[in-house]
DNA sequence: TTTATTTTTAATGTATACTTTTTTCTAGAC
DNA sequence: GTCTAGAAAAAAGTATACATTAAAAATAAA
């Protein structure tokens, strides 16, 4: 009960706003393993916890589910979206791509500032895995790529890259949580990218962002990322 | 009032899904140039057209803004995207890495049928070129990225391409509306990019793709700003 | 005539009421 | 004991009512 009213009034302080409010609430409730893959979403679970109408939580769901971190059945009922090996390893195809892409144009478009930024980002991702704060490791992890995109000027691509990077986040997130042990990306591999980067050499950052992530999710030559080994032939 | 009726009549038959019937008038007023770029969309005027309630009118609406056809201003009103050279230019940046890899997942998933289903689709497009329906031959000219990618049997690369397709769908449109002698890409390379896909040959796909894709946009080698200033191919 | 202020209006945002469908629970048959 | 049928409940889809805000209009002041 204190809770709930407590909620209430947080969100009704910039009222007017309440969808997003309500997107981002449950947004960070299924990224935070709150809510959990398959379980369900009732509107008026949310409804109730937030002390607001059903509208812009139906709203917020629908955002989510375009997203793809919600799956919605029509007429049924709404739950938080699950992702298996083979999503995850078409998820990163995609990245690689688009990653490279975001390389491409980093070079093209980004000034030293730009790369400090973007090292700056780094060094924060440094810092949380040192504090054992997972969900901010990834975080800062992930940010990576989204500053990288951002650097190239493209709104398509960032937009894009945003979409994916939040259910790779969910998915970290999910793996750590069902074993504690599961690996993280390697840090150092950024700084290795940056390093390329910052001396404007294309191909070798592009190389390096590859192995970086086929290494980690484990795409092999026989699975869909093994092209990218002889592709600096394209754009 | 007779024309009101028989639209909601039409809209009921399967209700319960009022929503994404929307979602495609709305869109197809769009595509079709009967809401035109940076005109207002007022929910009522939805409403009355369908004789329906605002709540799935406001649905669809954000699900168009998502997707970047429709620009929603909080608590003022929504609107017709505008899209510019540049935006197109962003837009083709992306598309072309997309669909690089669309031929590369397509070369490694596609069976034959898969590529013959691939050529009726440029064939139809080639009909629609010869009986001059315009908004079909674009149609028919994007539904070949798309089958493309779907061939590629990556969902996320698909849902990708869908949206951006959309977008050029309606620019490209636009263009042709204001230029009527517009040109538009040439049908003929897509035969060229299948006979290499045929021929499991990915290089030359990907690089008559690239060449079909820059050629129309004026994208220059490196992914990066377009060269619509001296281009007078383009528009 | 112009400009500032107030009022009105029109539009969106939110809440609630109503409708329809799906699920759950229970009673009865086998 | 389980299976099926029907009633009851729960949940989402839709419509409508109400609240809030921003633009437009009207009025007043300079």
């Known amino acids: ?44 679970s949310i409804v109730e916890q937030l002390g607001i109408s059903r509208t812009p939580v139906r709203e917020a769901l629908r955002r989510l589910s375009n997203e793809g971190l919600v799956v919605i059945h029509p007429r049924r009922f709404s739950e938080v979206a699950t992702f298996n090996d083979e999503d995850i390893v078409q998820l ?23 790369f400090i930024r973007l090292r700056k980002i780094i060094d924060e991702c440094v810092e949380a895995e040192k504090s054992g704060d997972v969900n901010e490791r990834i975080k800062r992890d992930l940010a990576f790529h989204i500053e990288l995109s951002k650097i190239g ?38 700084y290795r990218i940056m390093d390329a980067l910052m001396e404007r050499n294309e191909t070798e950052a592009i190389k390096r962002l590859r192995n970086h992530m086929i290494g980690f999710y484990g795409i092999d030559k026989d699975g869909e990322a093994g092209f990218f080994e002889d592709s600096d032939s394209f754009i």
């Open 1 to 44: 009960m204190e809770k709930e009213s407590k909620t209430r009034i947080e969100v009704k302080n910039d009222a007017g706003d309440l969808a997003p409010h309500v997107y981002r609430y449950i947004r960070d409730m299924i990224l935070s393993l709150q809510i959990k893959s398959g379980q369900k979403i009732p509107e008026a």
């Open 92 to 114: 990163a195809t995609v990245r690689i791509s688009l990653d490279s892409l975001a390389v491409r144009l980093a070079i093209r478009n980004g000034s030293n500032a730009d």
């Open 153 to 190: 000027l493209n709104k398509y691509l960032l937009n894009i890259q945003k979409s994916l990077v939040l259910k790779v986040h969910f998915f970290l997130m999910m793996k750590i949580d069902e074993n504690p042990s599961t690996s993280l990306p390697d840090i150092q591999d950024h």
